[in-house]
């Protein structure tokens, strides 16, 4: 996994910018992590530190894209990838600095792991099953061609026709 550790210690009252284009700090865990895809729009954030009395506020964003195979047709498409966040960061009450946290100490001065963080917004704008295109009509599975290129021949299954009369029932 990337770490990225930032000393806190320093950082002004008025809080302290950030500037990522390290390609490694996403590419690096995708590697890792078996993460299907290739960097296309290289990957970019900013970060904002601000201390506060018991914590620290984290804010930014970060945005790029990749190559990905669609879920359905499975044709290579562009996957932009971005988003906001904020957070409060602070140590764990049980642990304090020295637990699995995003916080550490080292040589008596907190830290924060930007590239987990990093990483971890990452994940979370990643769809879990990515498609290209919202309408994309996917493979045929009976014969396997893309339906979004070409039709086929192949019958369609229509389901169970006793429950027929349900295909027209909207809720509202």
Known sequence: MSELWIPLGDIPAEGREFHFTDQS???????????????????????????????????????????????????????????????FEAPDADEGLEGEGRLRMNAGQPEFDAGGYLWEQFILALPETPVCAEDCKGLCPTCGVNRNQTTCACSRDDGDPRLAVLRNLKLS
């Open 25 to 87: 700090l996403w590419t690096g865990p995708m590697k890792e992590l078996r993460v299907p895809g290739a960097v296309r729009r290289p990957f970019e954030a900013d970060m904002r530190i601000v201390p506060q009395d018991d914590g620290f506020l984290v804010t930014g964003g970060f945005s790029g894209s990749l190559i990905v195979p669609c879920g359905r047709c499975a044709e290579d498409f562009e996957l932009a990838l971005g988003g906001d966040f904020e957070s």
